[in-house]
T-cell receptor, first 113, second 107 residues
Framework: DAGVIQSPRHEVTEMGQEVTLRCKPI?????LFWYRQTMMRGLELLIY????????DSGMPEDRFSAKMPNASFSTLKIQPSEPRDSAVYFC???????????FGPGTRLTVT | DAKTTQPPSMDCAEGRAANLPCNHSTISGNEYVYWYRQIHSQGPQYIIHGLKNNETNEMASLIITEDRKSSTLILPHATLRDTAVYYCTSGYSTLTFGKGTMLLVSP
């Protein structure tokens, strides 16, 4: 099993540009989570999907952030336009019937200059 | 806000037991306690969970007090590879991670 796959691993972009982060969950898992981690705020849940449906997006910072899950094997997190304060490591995680046993991807380190 | 509190850091000698405490006096009676750890530059990794009884798996043991206000994660024989941030968390459909405890295992 390849585990949760995220791409890109590193992204450097300029303020105002659109950024798209990608995630492939573990096959068979029905829940997918997007987190953001910074030194100041720690690990924050942004949004989670169950069976491809967004269930809780209360952690999404603002309208510049959007997430989609068009099918069970793919999800995107988009930031448009990006700002320097969006710089962080973004993790995707997936889980099966035991929602608490989440498997995290390696993360995408985003730097917005 | 996280419902759990942990010390920011702890040290442990290699080969000794690491005992990581967590206070969770405000969690509900049917709310499980979960432990994760995050090794530097990696995503968090699930370790163990419990409700009332003590639990053990291949990674660690979890001791939960009878009043469920606190718990302790035990790594019986810590190794250098156990150096990580350890998170104690709870939740129903999602998990809220606090700042965790940075465990440093030294030779």
């Amino acid at each position: 099993d390849a585990g949760v796959i995220q791409s890109p691993r590193h992204e450097v972009t300029e303020m105002g540009q659109e950024v798209t982060l990608r995630c492939k969950p573990i096959s068979g898992h029905n829940s997918l989570f997007w987190y953001r981690q910074t030194m100041m705020r720690g690990l924050e849940l942004l949004i989670y999907f169950n069976n491809n449906v967004p269930i809780d997006d209360s952690g999404m910072p603002e309208d510049r952030f959007s997430a989609k899950m068009p099918n069970a094997s793919f999800s995107t997190l988009k930031i448009q336009p990006s700002e320097p304060r969006d710089s962080a490591v973004y993790f995707c995680a997936s889980s099966g019937d035991r929602y608490y046993e989440q498997y995290f991807g390696p993360g995408t380190r985003l730097t917005v200059t | 806000d996280a419902k759990t509190t942990q010390p920011p850091s702890m040290d442990c000698a290699e080969g000794r037991a690491a005992n990581l405490p967590c206070n969770h006096s405000t969690i509900s009676g049917n709310e499980y306690v979960y432990w994760y750890r995050q090794i530097h530059s990696q995503g968090p990794q699930y370790i163990i969970h419990g409700l009332k009884n003590n639990e053990t798996n291949e990674m660690a043991s979890l001791i939960i007090t009878e009043d469920r206000k606190s718990s302790t994660l035990i790594l019986p024989h810590a190794t250098l590879r156990d150096t990580a941030v350890y998170y104690c968390t709870s939740g129903y459909s999602t998990l809220t991670f606090g700042k965790g405890t940075m465990l440093l295992v030294s030779p």
